[in-house]
């Protein structure tokens, strides 16, 4: 059984940057491909960043070149780095491994 835990959330101004963690339980972690979603109110869940077992990265049009994806295999740690900030950004971020695995979420805020 995996178990996802997200930290790092809060609210920043725009133009900030935070730094979202998830933490993993559970085996094969390596071998899983991960990714962050984001799923603002009244909206469906989006992907915003996913980086596969050996590191190869995929982003969405709307966070490309402000947000970078990365992996610690070691940790069983999955991390977003979120830098310029906007307003739309504003959402509940979760983590996914595998395509079963999701963690609670950590809401993101980007006061204008």
């Known amino acids: 059984q995996v178990h996802l835990v997200e930290s790092g959330g809060g609210l920043v101004q725009t133009g900030g940057s935070l730094r979202l963690s998830c933490t993993a339980s559970?085996?094969?972690?390596?071998?899983?491909?991960a990714a962050w979603y984001r799923q603002a109110p009244g909206k469906e869940r989006d992907l915003v960043a996913e980086?596969?077992?050996?590191?190869?990265?995929k982003y969405a049009d709307s966070v490309k070149g402000r947000f970078t994806i990365s992996r610690d295999n070691d940790k069983k740690m999955i991390f977003l780095q979120m830098d310029d900030l906007k307003p739309e950004d504003t959402a509940v971020y979760y983590c996914k491994l595998s395509s079963q695995y999701w963690g609670q979420g950590t809401q993101v805020t980007v006061s204008s």
């Open positions: 980086i596969a077992p050996f590191g190869n990265t």
């Open positions: 559970g085996n094969y972690f390596r071998a899983m491909s």
